[in-house]
């Protein structure tokens, strides 16, 4: 049984710790941190479990993280907060020796670009300190680079071409809503596409090339390429990929409130 602080207290934030919550034989104890503890006591109310609490902590601060670490002392510490925040996290870890698990890459503030680089960067060191980062380990990346695995081991002898397709199918009733923070959000998909084709980096324009998929269950949607961080974790271990792509469904009126939201200038990431 391990010791688990989560940092961030959002949507994926919640559904992570009550995850943990129902797993008492892995998590034995667990705390919940954010910039705002209200937040992170309304959902340790909800769980209503004796082995959650919370606590209060600015991931932006490398100190505060180490005094949060060295005060509850945890096995493992899951990153659910913002892309921005990543390698303060991860610094924290290194110093108090604490294992490290995160659901997206590491992205700057002021450039709408992420990619590994900046994490696989500490590998080496997380390697001489005895520890684990286990990076991207969310739906898409994450549970993408599962079935993609699983698929080279048991269904083929070689992977050639690789397409991950992400089909929201659901409909809240909402005209315009996203499905993880709204900041990320947009700077993920107007920002240019990219694909791996013939051991090159392809980049196209935002949602540039968009096509009709069918989806089982779902039937046809109109799908858009973007570019996605497991695709170059993807690349990197399986070396045989000639082609790799990913895409995502949009609904047309999503996208209409996009382009005003574009228009307007509130897409932008600098202050107005």
């Given at each position: 049984?391990?010791?688990?602080?989560?940092?961030?207290?959002?949507?994926?934030?919640?559904?992570?710790?009550?995850?943990?919550?129902?797993?008492?034989?892995?998590?034995?104890?667990?705390?919940?941190?954010?910039?705002?503890?209200?937040?992170?006591?309304?959902?340790?109310?909800?769980?209503?479990?004796?082995?959650?609490?919370?606590?209060?902590?600015?991931?932006?601060?490398?100190?505060?993280?180490?005094?949060?670490?060295?005060?509850?002392?945890?096995?493992?510490?899951?990153?659910?907060?913002?892309?921005?925040?990543?390698?303060?996290?991860?610094?924290?870890?290194?110093?108090?020796?604490?294992?490290?698990?995160?659901?997206?890459?590491?992205?700057?503030?002021?450039?709408?670009?992420?990619?590994?680089?900046?994490?696989?960067?500490?590998?080496?060191?997380?390697?001489?300190?005895?520890?684990?980062?286990?990076?991207?380990?969310?739906?898409?990346?994450?549970?993408?680079?599962?079935?993609?695995?699983?698929?080279?081991?048991?269904?083929?002898?070689?992977?050639?071409?690789?397409?991950?397709?992400?089909?929201?199918?659901?409909?809240?009733?909402k005209a315009f809503a996203t499905n993880f923070n709204?900041?990320?959000?947009?700077?993920?998909?107007?920002?240019?596409?990219?694909?791996?084709?013939?051991?090159?980096?392809?980049?196209?324009?935002?949602?540039?090339?968009?096509?009709?998929?069918?989806?089982?269950?779902?039937?046809?949607?109109?799908?858009?390429?973007?570019?996605?961080?497991?695709?170059?974790?993807?690349?990197?271990?399986?070396?045989?990929?000639?082609?790799?792509?990913?895409?995502?469904?949009?609904?047309?009126?999503?996208?209409?409130?996009?382009?005003?939201?574009?228009?307007?200038?509130?897409?932008?990431?600098?202050?107005?």
């Amino acid at each position: 049984m391990a010791k688990v602080v989560i940092i961030g207290c959002g949507g994926v934030g919640t559904v992570v710790a009550h995850k943990c919550a129902q797993h008492p034989d892995v998590f034995s104890e667990i705390v919940i941190a954010s910039r705002t503890r209200s937040k992170c006591e309304a959902v340790v109310e909800t769980i209503g479990k004796p082995n959650v609490s919370a606590d209060v902590v600015d991931a932006d601060s490398v100190p505060q993280l180490v005094e949060l670490f060295n005060r509850h002392k945890p096995q493992l510490v899951i990153n659910v907060a913002l892309p921005y925040q990543d390698l303060t996290i991860m610094d924290a870890c290194l110093i108090c020796g604490v294992n490290y698990l995160d659901t997206a890459n590491y992205e700057p503030k002021d450039v709408a670009h992420f990619e590994y680089s900046w994490q696989w960067a500490y590998k080496q060191r997380f390697e001489e300190a005895g520890l684990t980062a286990i990076l991207g380990c969310g739906f898409d990346p994450g549970v993408s680079g599962v079935f993609t695995a699983y698929a080279a081991k048991h269904h083929f002898s070689e992977m050639e071409y690789l397409d991950i397709v992400d089909c929201n199918a659901g409909d809240h009733g909402k005209a315009f809503a996203t499905n993880f923070n709204p900041e990320i959000n947009i700077r993920e998909i107007t920002q240019n596409g990219r694909y791996y084709q013939d051991g090159k980096w392809v980049t196209t324009g935002p949602l540039e090339i968009h096509k009709t998929l069918t989806y089982p269950n779902i039937g046809g949607r109109e799908s858009y390429l973007l570019y996605h961080e497991e695709l170059e974790s993807l690349v990197k271990n399986f070396p045989a990929i000639k082609r790799a792509r990913f895409w995502m469904t949009f609904g047309q009126e999503y996208l209409t409130h996009l382009r005003v939201i574009q228009a307007r200038g509130m897409a932008r990431i600098d202050e107005i």
